[in-house]
């Protein structure tokens, strides 16, 4: 199995939130042509640990990337790096922190916010450093990415849901806007995307809390969510880990002994 992969990851999305707000994903489901699954996120539940965890299957823990102050590069293999290693095109359009784990540590907006490079292990990137950074153009800034590279691999991940939840909480108007926005600019892409023969995977890193933050056990910050589009997965029921999503795109991308955690009912056999 070979595939198109893009992986969609809508920072600090709340499952509930996801479910109640994002019609649009909803049709899909609702239509048989997607599944949605709840997962809970590692702990801590923080942004930095979770985005090395959803690319490399480590939970933090056993990454060392145990909070949003470890400034380094993985010491892990990633989606990207074996990507890389078999020969394919990788590209994010990304906050800066994926920069730093995975092509250059510390992020110098002046030198690595656009990068086109292949001996990276995110080969074509467009980074911001703005947590306000609107998702309208991140989108953009992933499907120009997608046109002018054809990367097989392509992550795209926006800032605005858990900008509003860090400044108006979970139970806000402006959170559940912020998800519904989301769902609507998915709206502009998801049918070129699926037209095109692409996998889609979208999840979340983390919840939010009425705290205003997250980073602890509660259900609301660690219910996230998982809808999978394209021709390649099962849509059974299954229990699935977080830690479980590496491995999942890789063999989707078809990478051999990628040796990452992965839920095999998830996909079409044969």
């Given amino acids: 199995m070979s595939n198109k ?42 942004s930095r640990p979770l985005y090395e965890c959803l690319l490399t299957g480590e939970a933090p823990v056993h990454s060392g990337i145990v909070n949003n102050q470890v400034r380094r590069l993985s010491f892990n293999s990633s989606v990207f790096s074996l990507a890389v290693q078999a020969g394919l095109t990788t590209a994010a359009a990304a906050y800066h922190w994926v920069s730093e784990l995975y092509n250059s540590s510390p992020y110098n907006q002046q030198t690595d916010r656009i990068c086109n490079d292949k001996s990276l292990n995110i080969q074509h990137g467009m980074f911001y450093h703005l947590d306000h950074y609107p998702d309208t153009i991140l989108f953009a800034d992933g499907e120009h990415l997608r046109q002018t590279y054809q990367p097989d691999f392509l992550l795209i991940h ?17 959170y559940r806007n912020s998800a519904r926005q989301a769902d609507i600019i998915l709206s502009d892409y998801l049918p070129t995307w699926i037209e095109e023969g692409y996998q889609v995977v979208i999840t979340s890193d983390h919840g939010m809390n009425n705290d205003k933050t997250h980073g602890g056990i509660l259900e609301e910050e660690r219910a996230v969510p998982l809808f999978l589009l394209g021709t390649q997965f099962s849509q059974k029921s299954v229990d699935l880990k977080q830690t479980q999503i590496c491995g999942l795109l890789c063999q989707l991308l078809g990478l051999s002994d990628h040796q990452k955690p992965y839920n095999p009912a998830l996909l079409k056999q044969g």
Wanted: with cysteine.
């Fill in 158 to 174: 926006p800032m605005n849901i858990d900008d509003a939840g860090h400044r108006f909480g979970l139970d806000s108007p402006e």
């Fill in 5 to 46: 992969v893009i992986f969609v990851v809508l920072d600090g999305l709340n499952y509930q939130v996801a479910q109640n707000c994002m019609g649009y994903l909803s049709a899909f489901m609702d239509s048989q042509q997607a599944t949605t699954y709840q997962i809970s996120c590692e702990l801590p539940s923080l």
